[in-house]
């Protein structure tokens, strides 16, 4: 028996089943986080219930949390602290009584993210619109709580939105739609260390010395392919500032940079 040796067939059926355990992991700690924020919205819909129906205010979130606490010692989550984010959770994604529901893009969105990503997004977000916005983006690109919270803190919402380009007229359709989500306006380099009177080589240097931070500050489908890129066009020879390549719009991004180091910003052009 010892002495069997397993050919390439048995190499690669090994690694079926490994990515099938991996599958069935990933759907597993999926579908048990679906079920938590299900039962965070119903709790925060049960204390607001309560809260309406009776004079207890805040007492009412100590007291159940300490009784909650005795009969379920092995469950985390129940907190008093917890309990008020289980509120504004359901209160923020509810509309007033007589108003429409709440919206069934948001309600399917927050079950795929994590609690702790949750709650960053309906604590500093504004509005529905915006949620929606960081809980979309937070499922596309896979942000780490860290990164959800950098984007949060820069305001990416506004930015994203923000940003005024001729792509309409200059790109057909799908290429100029899908150009103009790729650009953010202003773009925010707080990773730069730069004095104001920082010349346009110093935030060029600066901007490829952290690039994994310039590559998350772009946003997805961003790919650094060098620094003084250079291009020859006819008898003319071009030096590129930054030159990357975009996996979504399938095409090459040429950035020029401004000097306006004042803020530690800059601008394409």
């Known amino acids: 028996m010892d002495d069997i040796k397993f050919d390439d067939n048995y190499w690669i059926w090994l690694s079926e089943i490994k990515s099938k355990i991996r599958s069935s992991q990933i759907r597993a700690a999926v579908a048990a986080n679906s079920a938590l924020i299900e ?96 809980l979309q983006k937070t499922l596309e690109n896979g942000w780490s709580r860290d990164i959800l919270a950098l984007q949060l803190k820069s305001n990416l919402y506004v930015r994203a939105g923000a940003s005024v380009t001729n792509f309409d007229l200059t790109l057909p359709k799908p290429f100029s739609d899908l150009a103009q989500q790729t650009l953010k306006d202003p773009y925010v380099f707080d990773f730069i260390t730069l004095g104001p009177k920082a010349k346009e080589q110093d935030i060029e240097i600066q901007l490829t010395k952290h690039i994994t931070h310039f590559l ?54």
């Open 216 to 269: 998350l500050e772009l946003g997805k489908g961003f790919a650094f392919i060098g620094r003084q890129y250079h291009l020859i066009v006819g008898d003319s020879d071009y030096f590129l500032d930054l030159l990357f390549y975009h996996v979504k719009l399938k095409c090459y991004v040429v950035i020029e940079l401004l000097c306006c180091a004042q803020h530690n910003r800059s601008y394409v052009a």
């Open 39 to 134: 039962f965070y919205w119903d709790l925060g819909k049960l204390i607001v219930e309560k809260q309406a129906d009776t004079q207890w205010g805040d007492k009412l979130i100590e007291t159940l949390s300490k009784d909650l606490k005795e009969d379920f010692t092995d469950i985390k989550g129940l907190s008093s602290s917890n309990l008020k984010y289980c509120k504004r959770f359901y209160s923020f994604y509810s509309w007033p009584i007589g108003q429409q529901p709440v919206d069934q893009l948001a309600k399917r969105l927050i079950k795929q993210i994590p609690w702790g990503h949750n709650i960053l997004i309906f604590t500093k977000s504004d509005n529905l619109d915006q949620a929606t916005f960081y």
